[in-house]
């Protein structure tokens, strides 16, 4: 209520002042009514008083009680003191509009880059927030490479250790020969704890996807996925088995595994075909699913972002294509190995709202500056025109002395037009003199007077004769 009182008390003081400043007056200069004073000043308090309203983000309905009070007090003034309610009114509307107008110019832009700096601020927060999921999966997925790494080194490397132990027993072989196979026994298998204690630290993996994997097979997998209620139909080419290596033959399991939990997750009900071949030195993994009629309201993960950046260390590529059906195709070497350099997970969505970020930035404050110079050059260019006007126009309606003296009452149009300037003076002194019933007349300087007033001339016609010749002095 205390703000509302506020309101209203603004309202009824601004409607007041605003009336005394009407009342300033006009200001002349050099006997020339040049503008109204009390108008002006009327207009420059009320656009700042809007100006500073908008600046201090007032509430409507806060701005909706002053403008009723200045409506009400202006019509209480124009009554009192006006004698004319309406007019009254009307002047408080006036005055309303000037403070509105510059509320709103200040107000509205404001809340506009107020609200694209907010868009900017969730969508940076969107992305951080992808970027972090798929940091996640990737390091997931990461985990369960170097688990399956584990499994398949270390099951290689205990397989030698034993091989060079039962060969160091064999007394048929010399002494040195047998004492540097239990060496080679002793190093296979502190590499092989040393593989496990290094896997352990850098991953601290746990149980998941990856490890619910060993030991299993591409069938054991959709036979897993048939038992959970997917309707699955497998065409596996039987050289694939001997033709992948263990690495290849993982991520083909990490594939099918997750484009089978894609497909009951999203397109639930959908049969799931799955098709492996080798092509040349590639297996290809196609799986092709019907789309759900309506996208499922669960949200998506970073399955595919993982598995795609697991496929890519191997040297593969994984492509999706969404048409009539769904479907995702895995190429791999049959004989993978995981590369040296890290595989590109594309263009990081930070990197790339940060770029568009930047771009509106530097649209906003080109806009910006054309907004500021296109009026700028405008009014340059309409006061170069206005003083070149005022310039020739002044030059253009100068009557010298001698030629003045050559036209006298009763002279021809004619005559008198061939010794005028080619125009009439500006702001011509036409109260001077009273002009002759039924003519018309026209005003020219004596000198070319850019600020100061001399001699005018004034010449009146009045059915094609010149009817009067007179002399006005400067003021």
Same mark, same amino acid.
């Given at each position: 209520m205390r703000a509302v009182a506020v309101a209203v008390l603004a309202g009824a003081v601004f409607a007041g002042a605003m009336y005394r400043l009407?009342?300033?007056?006009?200001?002349?200069?050099?006997? +020339?009514?040049?503008f109204d004073a009390g108008q002006l000043a009327v207009i420059? /308090?009320? !656009?700042?008083?809007? =100006?500073?309203?908008?600046?201090?983000?007032? $509430?409507?309905?806060?701005?909706? =009680? *002053?403008?009723?009070?200045?409506?009400?007090?202006? !019509?209480?003034? *124009?009554l009192w003191v006006r004698s004319d309610a309406v007019r009254g009114l009307v002047i408080g509307i006036a005055y309303v509009s000037c403070l509105i107008l510059a509320m709103v110019a200040i107000a509205v832009p404001r809340a506009r880059r107020s609200y694209v700096r907010r868009g900017w601020e969730l969508a940076f927060a969107e992305a951080r927030e992808h970027e972090a999921r798929v940091a996640q999966a990737v390091s997931r997925e990461r985990e369960a490479m170097a688990g399956e790494i584990h499994d398949g080194l270390g099951h290689r490397l205990t397989l030698i250790a034993v091989q060079a132990a039962r060969l160091s027993l064999d007394e048929a072989l010399p002494e040195r020969a047998r004492v540097e196979l239990q060496r080679i026994r002793e190093?296979?298998?502190? &590499?092989?704890?040393?593989? *496990?204690?290094?896997? @352990?630290?850098?991953?601290?993996?746990?149980?998941?996807?990856?490890?619910?994997?060993? *030991?299993?097979?591409?069938? #054991?997998?959709?036979?897993? @996925?048939?038992?959970?209620?997917?309707?699955? #139909?497998?065409?596996? @080419?039987?050289?694939?088995?001997?033709?992948?290596?263990?690495? !290849?033959?993982?991520?083909?399991?990490?594939?099918?595994?997750?484009?089978?939990?894609?497909? &009951?997750?999203?397109? $639930?009900?959908?049969?799931?075909?799955?098709? =492996?071949?080798?092509?040349?030195?590639? =297996?290809?993994?196609?799986?092709?699913?019907?789309? /759900?009629p309506s996208p499922s309201s669960e949200r998506g993960g970073h399955g595919l972002v993982a598995l795609r950046h697991r496929i890519a260390i191997l040297g593969g590529t994984l492509d999706v294509e969404e048409g009539a059906d769904f479907v995702l195709t895995v190429r791999l070497p049959c004989a993978a190995a995981p590369s040296t350099r890290a595989a590109d997970l594309g263009s990081s969505r930070l990197g790339v709202l940060a770029a568009e970020a930047a771009r509106a930035e530097r649209r906003h404050r080109r806009v910006a500056r054309q907004a500021w110079l296109v009026p700028v050059v405008v009014a340059f260019v309409l006061g170069v025109v206005a003083a070149g006007y005022f310039v020739y126009n002044t030059v253009a309606s100068v009557l010298p002395p001698e030629r003045f003296a050559a036209i006298a009452v009763g002279d021809s149009h004619a005559s008198a037009v061939s010794v005028l300037p080619p125009t009439q003076m500006?702001? &011509?002194?036409?109260?001077? +003199? $009273?002009? $002759?019933?039924? @003519?018309?007349?026209?005003?020219?300087?004596?000198?070319?007077?850019f600020f100061e007033r001399v001699e005018v001339y004034r010449v009146c016609f009045a059915d094609d004769r010149v009817v009067a010749v007179d002399t006005i002095p400067p003021s």
């Open positions: 009407e009342r300033l007056g006009r200001v002349e200069v050099s006997g +020339l009514a040049v420059v /308090a009320a !656009t700042g008083a809007g =100006v500073v309203i908008g600046r201090w983000r007032t $509430p409507v309905s806060l701005v909706a =009680v *002053g403008v009723a009070a200045v409506l009400l007090t202006s !019509t209480l003034i *124009g190093h296979a298998a502190a &590499a092989s704890e040393e593989l *496990g204690e290094t896997v @352990a630290l850098l991953a601290e993996r746990s149980p998941g996807a990856g490890g619910s994997l060993s *030991g299993l097979g591409i069938e #054991d997998v959709v036979e897993r @996925a048939r038992a959970s209620g997917v309707a699955v #139909d497998c065409a596996l @080419a039987p050289e694939v088995a001997a033709s992948v290596n263990d690495y !290849t033959h993982a991520a083909l399991m990490r594939a099918v595994q997750e484009g089978l939990t894609n497909a &009951a997750k999203h397109a $639930p009900g959908a049969a799931v075909r799955v098709a =492996v071949e080798v092509v040349g030195d590639e =297996v290809v993994l196609r799986m092709r699913n019907a789309l /759900a500006l702001d &011509a002194p036409r109260s001077a +003199l $009273p002009e $002759p019933a039924g @003519a018309h007349c026209e005003y020219y300087e004596s000198a070319v007077s």
